[in-house]
Nanobody, 118 residues
Framework: QGPLVESGGGLVQPGGSLRLSCAAP???????????MGWYRQAPGKERELVAS???????NYADSVKGRFTISRDNSRKRVYLQMDGLTPVDTAVYYC?????????WGQGTQVTVSS
């Protein structure tokens, strides 16, 4: 099914923005397009949690903690999903993972570190 490759993480000051990108270069379009794509995060000492997800039809779902600050989007023609993160706070510091779900199968990327600190 092909790997998921995240990019865009880094160090940002509180109040700043980052845009994460997830690519599925070896996933065929007919598999990527119907997949539910999501972003999860895991902070040190905490369980992995859903941040946002988007269906093939563009229906989105967000964790309460990021509503109004984060925006998930997808580009099926490029087999990519994005997470625009604005108004970042230290609480958002975590490893962010891209996720693809289809027909009971779940696939994960390797994760990208986001650190919010002054």
């Amino acid at each position: 099914q092909g790997p998921l490759v995240e990019s865009g993480g880094g160090l940002v000051q509180p109040g700043g923005s980052l845009r994460l990108s997830c690519a599925a270069p070896r996933t065929i379009t007919s598999v990527f397009n119907p997949s539910i794509m999501g972003w999860y995060r895991q902070a040190p000492g905490k369980e992995r949690e859903l941040v946002a997800s988007i269906t093939k039809d563009g229906i989105t779902n967000y964790a309460d903690s990021v509503k109004g600050r984060f925006t998930i989007s997808r580009d099926n023609s490029r087999k990519r999903v994005y997470l625009q993160m604005d108004g970042l706070t230290p609480v958002d510091t975590a490893v962010y993972y891209c996720n693809r779900y289809l027909d009971g199968q779940t696939y994960w990327g390797q994760g990208t570190q986001v650190t919010v600190s002054s």
